[in-house]
């Protein structure tokens, strides 16, 4: 073996003692947290299914739930974002969509709500809303009368809308 320089090991029969690291295992928010660092979604459970006891206590019904109601029902929805639209054929009305674990709720939030609430309607990741059922067929909207901001609970997790202003 020209060229190599083989030496004794010295340490060949030295005792080792090494700890094993224990780290605990992330817990199902932790991972679901960095999922959506990673990826922008989950295999997971959905991140409100975690919420869930603390939206019910809040009274705020899953898309599910909202879904089943009749129509002129007042109804406390809130889910994840996922989509914001205001169609220049809508005289400023603003169509939101929420997402939790069993599903989506489309909301309408008139012009004059809009206005008065924009921080949260434009910047909720989490948003409740408090309105009133409308039903034609299968098609299904809550009318917004009031938006509450819940991002907050959402901890370390960031989400993404997909916003059409």
Not at 2 to 24: C, R, W, Y
Not at 27 to 38: K, M, N
Not at 97 to 125: F, I, P
Request: glycine letters at 8%; aromatic letters at 4%.
């Amino acid at each position: 073996m020209a060229g190599i320089d083989t030496k004794p090991s010295i340490l060949q029969h030295a005792p080792v003692n090494e700890t094993l690291a224990l780290f605990e295992a992330p817990s199902e928010g932790e991972d679901l947290v960095a999922d959506y660092r990673s990826l922008g979604l989950t295999l997971g459970r959905h991140p409100l299914a975690l919420l869930r006891p603390r939206l019910a206590k809040a009274r705020l019904s899953s898309a599910e739930s909202v879904r089943a109601l009749p129509h002129g029902r007042l109804a406390r929805a809130a889910g994840l974002v996922i989509g914001r639209q205001r169609p220049d054929t809508a005289s400023g009305v603003v169509f939101v969509t929420l997402e939790d674990e069993t599903g989506c709720v489309n909301v309408v939030v008139w012009h004059d709500l809009a206005a008065r609430q924009r921080r949260e309607l434009l910047g909720s990741r989490l948003l409740a809303v408090h309105g009133v059922l409308e039903r034609e067929g299968e098609v299904v909207h809550l009318i917004a009368r009031r938006l509450v901001d819940h991002s907050a609970w959402l901890g370390q997790l960031k989400t993404r809308s997909r916003d059409f202003h």
